[in-house]
């Protein structure tokens, strides 16, 4: 399924390492399950996923509402912990949150409290590694400059979402895990949120997971664009997307774009039925 | 504010000497001085150096009280908020003390604090403690999660988590809490001095009235009011300093 699965087979537990392939940020997620609430509603979330994306992929998470994205998601991000399986991050088993897997939320999760500036030295600051000028520079890139004093609650939904991803790349992560960041955003906005994630994944080579419902945004952006089943999630399928790189909005208007998204959505379809009639089953 | 709601709320303050002018001129209460008698009275006071060391030891003892109650409660809410351990070893007992009202703490502190000084201290101290406490608690359980996973996942260990984000996020329950433990400190603190003795703005009104001078009583009432009040806005004003973030309007 992956290219990276040879890398694996000396070995049960460990992927690809940084020694092996000489970059950071591979994520393995093997046989996870997760259950909430498991001695009352029981609610598997995530069954048996095996899923692996290489160090510095583009790799979109496609799905229906409810079938276990985000809990995929938060558990690569070390929030929560696996029913069963594990996942590992370049070999090492991810126990808790860390600095090098960034995550940005569907909605904001600046700081309410903190400028905009403050946000976005906020990782830096952890660690002591503040460059004075960087958090500037990384907002002028965003196109933030001028707000650097403000606080949150003072910018627009495409503007916080801005200076989300900026703080996320403050940080110097390998991985940016992305969970619906676009989703609450306007046509416009969001097509110009794209081009800056394009442009900043293609300069700067981390490994992205980008989890949408989006068809298009996902083969947009996407090398590889993974469907999921309805609850409990696995993966369905698999769509390499082979269309070149840099990409613009324009693809969407290519053949090749076009047989990507239809065979993406015959997958998607089928597994949103199934899904609604889970819900009129419950 | 508009130029009305700023005229009425100006009658609302004169309202207050314009019933009491009336009421005193027609004989409405038996015993109340005429306004122009407490005026007097008032600036006679005003050079009496036992006025002046009667108000400063009150303010002292409730500013100290109050800042020695919220460097406790804060910390003491945020770990209480914040985990099921320290919430269970501490809150049951204090929840068990809290209803006890403070004035009836007053007798027992006197006969075990070596001092009165203590005692009145200890009291203005809990009506300070436990609104701050129990506000402090409820903000730290308030705060989402999300904003502390965000955190941890820009590199934030536990302390940092708790001094940028748990804190912070409480600020503004705290803030709430610290008003209203301000208004309880002079509560309890005029209630302790009356009972107490010695010295303070509770006692000058207590022995104004065992004294008879009855112009005096009031001369107490309107300077512990001036200095409640004041007091409350100088909190206001550090809550407003402290959270200014969460005013900002959207551009
Ligand atoms: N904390 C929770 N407790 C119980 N059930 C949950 C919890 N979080 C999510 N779920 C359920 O798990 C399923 C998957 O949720 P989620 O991962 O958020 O899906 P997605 O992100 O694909 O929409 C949903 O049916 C959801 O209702
Ligand atoms: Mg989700």
């Excluded at chain 1, 613009?248 to 949103?272: G, H, K, Q, Y």
């Excluded at chain 2, 600036?43 to 150096?49: G, I, K, N, S, T």
């Excluded at chain 2, 009280?65 to 919220?70: K, R, T």
């Amino acid at each position: 399924m992956s290219k990276h699965d040879s890398t694996t087979d000396d070995s049960t537990t460990a992927g690809p390492t940084p020694e092996t392939t000489g970059k950071t940020g591979a994520i393995d997620i093997n046989d996870l399950t997760k259950i909430y609430d498991p001695e009352g509603e029981h609610v598997v979330a995530v069954q048996d996923m095996d899923l692996s994306v290489g160090a510095e992929e583009f790799v979109a998470l496609l799905g229906p509402s409810g079938c276990g994205k985000s809990t995929v998601l938060e558990c690569i991000a070390g929030y929560l912990d696996p029913t069963d399986g594990e996942v590992l991050v370049d070999g090492n088993r991810v126990s808790k949150p860390d600095p090098k897997r960034g995550v940005v939320f569907q909605e904001n999760r600046l700081f309410p409290w903190k400028t905009i500036k403050e946000n976005v030295e906020f990782g830096p600051r952890m660690h002591d590694s503040i460059e004075e000028g960087r958090a500037e520079s990384i907002l002028d890139e965003m196109g933030l400059d001028g707000f650097e004093e403000a606080y949150p609650s003072g910018l627009s939904g495409g503007m916080q979402q801005r200076a989300e991803l900026a703080r996320l790349l403050a940080n110097d992560p390998d991985i940016m895990l992305m969970d619906e960041p676009f989703s609450a955003l306007d046509a416009l906005t969001k097509e110009i949120m794209q081009k800056k994630l394009l442009e900043v994944w293609e300069r700067d080579n981390r490994t992205v997971l980008f989890i949408t419902h989006d068809v298009e945004e996902a083969i947009l952006l996407a090398d590889r664009v993974v469907v999921m089943t309805a609850r409990p999630g696995q993966v369905k399928d698999v769509i390499d997307v082979d269309i070149e790189r840099p990409r613009d909005p324009e693809v969407v208007t290519t053949d090749r774009f076009t047989e990507l998204r239809e065979r993406a959505l015959s997958v998607i379809r089928e597994e949103a039925e199934r899904a609604l009639e889970q819900e009129d089953g419950a | 504010m508009d130029s009305r709601r700023r005229l009425v709320r100006v009658g609302s303050i004169l309202s207050v000497p314009i019933l009491w002018f009336v009421a005193s001129r027609f004989g409405l209460l038996a015993g109340l001085p005429a306004p122009v008698e407490v005026v007097d009275t008032y600036v006679a006071e005003l050079y009496r150096d036992d006025f002046w060391i009667s108000t400063i030891r009150s303010t002292i003892r409730v500013l100290a009280s109050f800042v020695i109650a919220a460097v406790i409660a804060i910390p003491l809410g945020l770990l209480i908020g914040r985990y099921t351990v320290f919430a269970d070893l501490t809150f049951p007992a204090l929840e068990m003390l809290r209803p006890i009202p403070p004035i009836a703490w007053i007798p027992f502190t006197i006969l075990v604090l070596p001092a009165a000084e203590l005692s009145i201290m200890f009291i203005t101290f809990l009506g300070a403690f436990f609104p701050i406490l129990l506000n402090t608690i409820q903000g730290a359980r308030g705060v989402e999660v999300e904003y502390s996973r965000a955190a941890q996942s820009l590199g934030a260990d536990s302390y940092q988590t708790f001094r940028h984000v748990i804190y912070p996020s409480a600020l503004p329950a705290i803030h709430a809490g610290m008003i209203v433990g301000m208004g309880l400190a002079w509560v309890n603190l005029i209630a302790a001095e009356m009972v107490a003795g010695g010295t303070g703005l509770g006692f000058l009104t207590w022995s104004a009235y065992t004294s008879g001078s009855y112009p005096t009583i009031i001369v107490g009432i309107i300077t512990i009011g001036i200095l409640g009040a004041a007091s409350s806005m100088l909190v206001r004003m550090i809550g407003h300093w402290q959270v200014d973030w969460a005013t900002e309007q959207p551009a």
